[in-house]
């Protein structure tokens, strides 16, 4: 099986996607993989009621990531209460050992503190990475452990910077199917990388595979 997009908005069904919601619209479609977090551009839901819920609704195996969370200078709550969102964020994708998707607009500082502080062992992915190559850089000094995603918009250069094991693709809120993002991509880095992407992304969602064969049970 493949699993090629590691985030979009899309309804289900997205068999090759990871779909990306927020804890109280959580409602599984049984073969369907989820993330779950709450974004930063919606400050109403960074209740302590709602962090509890996700906590207690990202166990489902549906669930493979925990997020969209992070950090936005642009835009959203006041940067103090978005790093109390994020930051408890992290600690539910420690606790329950799925990895964060991280939203990050001119935080990158932020974003490489914090994992230079908390020492997660669970892996980042930076979704949407349109960053400079110099972003790449202190990224990956600041932890190996950072994934790089990108959809529609990025910086060719910075593509040719992540190493080939840390490359993601989504599709995030665009139009365009996967298969063209990645067509993309592979037009600029001189290869296929559809096979890449795949295995990246099922490396790092490990409850994908078992996931998509399961029946739920629903008792
Ligand atoms: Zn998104």
């Known amino acids: 099986m493949m699993i090629l997009d590691c985030h979009t908005h899309r309804m289900p069904p997205q068999p090759q996607a990871v779909i990306c919601v927020s804890p109280a619209c959580f409602s599984p479609v049984a073969g369907q993989s989820y993330?779950?977090?709450i974004h930063p551009w919606n400050p109403e839901e960074a209740t302590p009621e709602n962090l509890d819920l996700l906590l207690t609704v990202a166990r489902a195996p549906e669930v493979v990531a925990?997020?969209?969370a992070g950090v936005d200078a642009l835009r959203g709550a006041p940067l103090y209460q978005q790093a109390l969102t994020f930051r408890r964020q992290i600690e539910i994708s420690e606790q329950l050992e799925k990895p964060l998707v991280i939203h990050d607009v001119k935080a990158h500082d932020t974003v490489a503190g914090l994992r230079r502080d908390f020492r997660p062992r669970q892996p980042w992915i930076l979704h949407g990475f349109r960053a400079k190559p110099s972003v790449v850089e202190m990224m990956l000094k600041a932890s190996p452990d950072f994934y790089?995603?990108?959809g529609e918009k990025w910086n060719p250069d910075s593509l040719r910077a992540v190493p080939r094991d840390r490359l993601l693709a989504e599709t995030d809120e665009s139009?365009?199917?996967?298969?063209e993002i990645i067509a993309r991509i592979s037009n600029i880095l001189g290869e296929?990388?559809?096979?890449?992407?795949?295995?990246?992304?099922?490396r790092l969602f490990r409850g994908v595979e078992s996931t998509s064969y399961t029946v739920r049970n629903l008792t």
């Open 35 to 37: 993330s779950l977090g």
């Open 66 to 68: 925990i997020g969209e």
């Open 148 to 150: 790089f995603s990108f």
């Open 175 to 179: 139009a365009l199917p996967i298969e």
């Open 192 to 202: 296929d990388v559809t096979s890449t992407i795949s295995a990246n992304t099922l």
